[in-house]
């Protein structure tokens, strides 16, 4: 593996980080020079040296090979967060080295979990910032570097292919740097729409901007104590809804969806399974809340249903109601929610749709060659045939995903938490969902937990980002040659 | 445009890169540096603040202190020692001057103190301090001894001595303003509480941003290292050996060593020459 290249590719990620912390520094600059401004600027600028010095050096590679891809994709998560806590911890307040570390790790990860108890305390140039590390990681910051340097050539491809999830590289039908173009459109314009669209609603130019970047990084960073909750507006949570719907839709869909193309979302198998779930679990979770009484009125609890059903499948975590009063029914379907999550080749996190899909059918044809022992039966995703590599890497990565859960929960458990909290945090941090339930429900955070907690919650939120073997990998790294 | 702005940042020559290289180091060493003394800076403002005003509040309270045990001292000289009206005179004036410093001290005490959380204190202060003036104003002025000839003209009332008027009127009064100087000491050395609570904050955000920048340095420092090694160190390295091989078994030198720069024509340039001996 080059060394020298791996290093190169992180430092022009480093760039694209530096470029966003004065992005932010410009919006302290604009609210009066806020106490965010100076550890903004001055984290702009470390970042950006660290990210030149390898170019002084290292010249760009034609041809990237795919173990340096995987080191340049985990590395440059890795070395994001790290960068990403410098305003933070230069900014000081309740971001301790644990707590700014936990609260980049979410932002890049997208997860939304947090730390801080008072989220309105902190100034304008830090919160835009949170947004804005939430928006990076959202699409990967690889993908975003990759887009900002134009004369990568034929090394995109093997990024594209680590970043984007396995099934999410089967279903896209295009070539890589027509993965890019796409994936800047999607983003960026449903970025543009959703802030104008929220801006329409009532919300001031700053919080349209920050809750959408946080909306379409299925990250669900408010900048609010109370979330969404705050607005306490049917229209907000509907368009913040429609937003994260579609970031939680494989992008690919979506521009063939824009463009006419005939693998659009009506015709999609994973999307109507994903939509559909959506819609069954909110109905269900709304009746079971009527009935319980949590709220008087049937609109009312479709509402906050609805709002928190996509909140969570789509990975965001924006809140508009405590779950962990909701019925024990409403709790398991969430959980459940938690796990399989949104669409692969999207901003969302988790088992994906795709995989759950692709699961449920091996069972069934399993069933089925028990009744036929000679039929011939093949697993098909929209009309596509999925070989058996790809049915071995789904069940693989589903019993994979299930141990680091469980595992997960052990560390939890052992340092005291109820089976609740502990289950749940360590679901949530692997699918990058944010809020669990019991200590780290929708209302409530992670400040109160101890140190080595918060460092196994962000190793968790790496491990799914990364899609646990993206991790993995890295673990190996001395045997790669 | 673009080509000029290429040409401008393309770096290709040892020379060129270690200059930018060692440039970086030296900016970001400058900048560290530049980052440590205005934080500094920051952290010895408000330690000289905080300094500044504890060392005002014991000052003050000492001047209090002062004018409180002049006028005692007075006051026992007079009440207790002699009690004579001729020795009065003689005393008046230091009486008066220890009278106008305690006011005056009381009153700056208490202005101070308005700006903090102990408003109340502030006037327990003055009112003591005033009643204990008033005091010391009245034996100077003989209402003490004045109201004693009274009490000594009517035998139906027991006449005090001044030695007993000052242990039942002015000591108690003496005391209780002394205790509320101790007060306000304690009290102001409290209110400073937040201010040190900053000076804390402000000590961890100075300590920040030069550990974070030290931390960048180190980093860009092992990169250096790394690059060197491979870009240049290495390459060298390789053509020695394989110059070294050739000098001696006259195996074939390796014209294929990765390097770039002056080290690649370096290399091209032995090769030529190791050619223009074999011809």
């Known amino acids: ?290 009935a319980n009484g949590t709220y008087s009125s049937w609109g009312e609890s479709l509402r906050h249903s609805a709002f928190q059903v996509v909140s969570i499948t789509t990975t965001s975590g924006f809140a508009t109601a405590d779950t962990n009063t909701w019925t024990p029914l409403a709790v398991i379907l969430l959980i459940f929610l938690s796990v399989v999550c949104g669409c692969a080749g999207s901003t969302s996190g988790g088992m994906k749709v795709d995989r759950m899909l692709i699961a449920a059918k091996i069972i069934r044809n399993r069933m089925r060659v028990q009744l036929h022992p000679n039929a011939v039966i093949r697993t098909k995703v929209d009309g596509v045939v999925q070989d058996e590599g790809v049915l071995s890497l789904v069940l693989t990565f589903i019993v994979a995903y299930i141990m680091v859960a469980l595992l997960g929960t052990i560390v939890y458990a052992i340092f005291g938490l109820d089976l609740t909290t502990s289950f749940t945090a360590a679901i949530s941090c692997i699918s990058n969902v944010g809020p669990g339930f019991g200590e780290v429900g929708s209302m409530s955070n992670f400040a109160d937990l101890p140190a080595v907690l918060k460092l196994n919650s962000t190793l968790l939120m790496l491990v799914g980002r990364l899609e646990i073997f993206g991790f993995i990998q890295l673990l190996f790294i001395r045997s790669w040659g | 445009m673009i080509k000029l702005f290429k040409k401008i940042f393309t770096i290709n020559s040892v020379t060129r890169r270690m200059r930018v290289a060692f440039m970086s180091l030296l900016l970001l060493l400058f900048f560290s540096g530049a980052i440590s003394l205005l934080e500094l800076e920051r952290v010895s403002q408000d330690t000289e603040e905080i300094l500044l005003a504890s060392k005002e509040n014991v000052e003050l309270a000492g001047d209090m202190l002062t004018a409180l045990n002049e006028q005692n001292d007075v006051m026992i000289t007079l009440a207790v020692a002699s009690g004579k009206w001729e020795v009065i005179k003689s005393y008046s004036q230091r009486c008066e001057e220890s009278v106008a410093q305690l006011s005056h001290s009381t009153s700056l005490a208490q202005r101070k103190m308005k700006r903090t959380e102990t408003p109340m204190a502030a006037d327990t202060l003055v009112m003591s301090a005033n009643r204990v003036n008033e005091l010391a104003v009245s034996y100077i002025n003989g209402d003490v001894h004045r109201s004693i000839a009274m009490a000594l003209a009517d035998s139906t009332r027991v006449a005090p001595t001044t030695h007993e008027w000052y242990v039942n009127e002015y000591k108690p009064e003496y005391e209780h303003t002394a205790e509320q100087i101790t007060k306000y000491m304690t009290g102001v050395h409290n209110s400073l509480g937040p201010e040190v609570n900053n000076l804390s904050h402000t000590a961890r955000r100075a300590v920040t941003p030069v550990f974070i920048s030290l931390i960048v340095m180190v980093v860009i420092v092992i990169m250096f290292y790394f690059f060197i090694t491979h870009y240049f160190v290495r390459p060298i390295l390789r053509i020695n050996r394989s110059l070294g091989d050739y000098l001696t078994y006259k195996m074939p030198f390796d014209e294929g060593i990765g390097c770039r720069d002056e080290i690649a024509t370096l290399r091209d340039r032995i090769a030529q020459l190791i050619n223009k001996f074999t011809k």
């Open chain 1, 1 to 290: 593996m080059r060394v020298h290249v791996v290093i190169r590719y992180i430092g022009m990620v480093l760039q694209f980080i530096a470029a966003f912390m004065l992005l932010s520094a410009i919006v302290s600059m604009l609210n009066g020079y806020d106490s965010a401004y100076y550890p903004l600027l001055l984290s702009s600028f470390l970042t950006a040296l660290l990210g030149l010095f390898p170019l002084i050096f290292a010249d760009k590679a034609e041809d990237i090979k795919i173990k340096e891809g995987y080191a340049i994709v985990v590395g440059s998560w890795l070395v994001a967060c790290v960068v990403g806590m410098f305003p933070y911890l230069i900014w000081g307040g309740e971001f301790t080295a644990i707590n700014a570390w936990f609260e980049s790790v979410s932002g890049f990860t997208t997860t939304g979990s947090s730390i801080l108890n008072d989220i309105e305390f902190l100034p304008r140039g830090m919160l835009f910032w949170r947004s804005a590390s939430a928006w990076i990681g959202g699409v990967g910051v690889v993908m975003f570097a990759l887009v900002i340097l134009p004369s990568m050539g034929r090394s995109r491809h093997m990024l594209s292919n680590v970043e984007l999830s396995t099934i999410a590289k089967d279903n896209f039908h295009y070539r890589s740097r027509v993965i890019i173009r796409i994936l800047t459109m999607v983003y960026v314009g449903l970025t543009v729409i959703t802030t104008l669209a929220l801006k329409v609603a009532g919300m001031t130019w700053f919080d349209s901007v920050t809750q959408a970047m946080s909306a379409c990084g299925t990250c669900g960073f408010s900048t609010k104590n109370l979330s969404i909750g705050f607005w306490d507006s049917p229209v907000i949570e509907g368009i913040l809804m429609v937003a994260m719907t579609l970031s939680a839709i494989h992008f690919g869909v979506l521009y063939a969806t824009m463009t006419g193309r005939r693998n659009n979302i009506f015709r999609s198998e994973v999307v109507r399974t994903f939509i559909g779930m959506m819609v069954i679990i909110s109905l269900v979770i709304s009746f079971s809340l009527l």
